[in-house]
């Protein structure tokens, strides 16, 4: 058995700990006519406890695993934060347009440029691109938000579709398609899924 982990008595351990004990003879106390004050000496260890890494008193442990949380949190809260901003389309000169054109017709209801709306109005659609141009431009000075979307036919030539506002529900669009045909050139103008 190793000498650190062998059994002490109560008389080794007391040695050990504050040295050797001599008690103080019974006539000694009597004669003197004040006690001397008591000093109350606090148990020292015979070696001192080292401190284990793991250990931290006091409720400090939880403080700065709590900070740490929170630091990493915050970096990544910024972190997300920059990926998104870095994502965010910038307006064109076009949308920029719409956006300060003022119409000539009451549109309240026809909307433009979200992404997140299903629904639009489909007006024409033209062979040629200068056409298509054309007409949404008359349509824009009326104060509809057209926009053209080139496609394919089936023969493999080009067709230009011209739309009018995008729209996130059916009855939107239905208010805005009752207003457009009040157009001349609108009359077969109709609601469809992009």
């Known amino acids: 058995m190793p000498k650190e982990l062998e059994k002490l ?7 050990r700990l504050y040295g050797q004990y001599s008690p103080a003879k019974k006539e000694e106390i009597k004669t003197e006519q004040k006690p001397p004050p ?14 284990s890494p793991q250990k931290i008193e006091n409720g400090s442990g939880m403080k700065i695993l709590w900070n740490f949380a929170l630091g990493i949190s915050t970096i990544l809260l910024i972190g997300l ?8 389309p910038q307006p064109t000169q076009s949308s920029k347009k719409l956006i300060h054109q003022k119409p000539s017709v009451s549109t309240s209801k026809i909307t433009s440029v979200p992404m997140h709306r299903p629904y639009t109005i489909q007006v024409m659609v033209y062979e040629s691109k200068e056409g298509a141009e054309i007409s949404a431009g008359d349509l824009k000075k009326r104060g509809f938000p057209a926009y053209i979307k ?5 023969s493999g030539k080009p067709q230009f579709r011209i739309y009018v ?8 669009a239905k208010s805005s398609l009752a207003m457009l045909k009040t ?12």
């Open 165 to 172: 506002g995008e729209f996130t529900t059916q009855e939107e």
């Open 183 to 194: 157009q001349p050139s609108c009359q077969e103008s109709f609601i469809r899924k992009k």
């Open 38 to 51: 008591k000093v109350v000496q606090k148990p020292q260890p015979a070696e001192p406890k080292k401190k």
């Open 81 to 88: 934060l920059i990926v998104f901003l870095e994502n965010v």
């Open 150 to 154: 080139q496609s394919t036919m089936v």
């Open 9 to 15: 008595s109560e008389k080794e351990i007391q040695q």
